[in-house]
């Protein structure tokens, strides 16, 4: 079983609509969560992180569920310029490095 | 914004080759990664510093390649020799532990 799991998509949806992401991770003992996002031949930005209470920054809202081990991204009121790919991020406990899933990909159509 | 400078952009490179490519982490960050990102295997962690000290470098292939921190303001990664399964987005990235990290623009490296 790999560290991070993503659907990998692509996921097509219109403008304007919700769209949510799920992620699975392996290791419960897991300390940090984080969502980054990747335009096409671009690196790798940080979106957010993931709270164990959840979190909330404008449209994005992010969800942590320990005893389940999946962490969620939704957007709402989806726009043209959230076209990316969507990776889920892991700080596995005691490892102190970042492991990533292998994207969403998600395109916002007119 | 401070921004993670890597060196070069891109690099093409005959099979055989050394191929040296440079990160300049952002001041006073005190944890620096290099990733390597292909279609087939996503990103994937080569090696990471704490305070220049290497941590861990069981992602990288020890034979051919090497990661060092010189100093605060450099990082570096070289491949020796290189071969045509090197070509790919090499990525790095500072920060702090459960805080963020910030990546590089990329070195995209092909290997012919």
């Known amino acids: 079983r790999k560290e991070v799991e993503q659907d990998p998509g692509p996921f097509n949806v219109p403008e304007g609509a919700t769209v949510a992401f799920n992620c699975t991770y392996s290791?419960?003992?897991?300390?940090?969560f984080f969502w980054y996002r990747q335009d096409c031949r671009k690196e790798p930005k940080l979106l957010m992180s993931v709270y164990s209470s959840g979190n909330e920054d404008g449209r994005f809202t992010a969800q942590l569920n320990r005893a389940s081990q999946y962490i969620s991204l939704l957007i709402r009121d989806s726009k043209l310029s959230d076209s990316a790919t969507y990776l889920c991020?892991?700080?596995?406990?005691?490892?102190?490095?970042?492991?990533f899933g292998q994207g969403t990909r998600l395109t916002i159509n007119p | 914004d401070a921004r993670v400078t890597q060196t070069p952009r891109h690099k093409v490179t005959e099979m055989g080759q050394e191929v040296t490519m440079r990160c300049q982490p952002i001041?006073?960050?005190?944890?620096v990664f290099w990733y390597r990102q292909t279609m087939m295997q996503g990103l994937e962690l080569l090696a990471y510093f704490r305070n220049r000290a290497p941590l861990d470098d069981s992602g990288m292939p020890k034979d051919r390649f090497s990661a060092e921190m010189p100093d605060a303001t450099l990082a570096t990664l070289k491949i020796q020799p290189s071969e045509p399964r090197d070509s790919a987005v090499y990525f790095c990235?500072?920060?702090?532990?459960?805080?963020?990290?910030?990546f590089g623009s990329g070195t995209r490296l092909t290997v012919v």
């Open positions: 991020v892991v700080n596995p406990e005691g490892a102190q490095k970042l492991v």
């Open positions: 990235a500072s920060g702090f532990p459960g805080i963020g990290y910030t």
């Open positions: 290791n419960s003992a897991s300390q940090s």
């Open positions: 001041l006073g960050h005190n944890t």
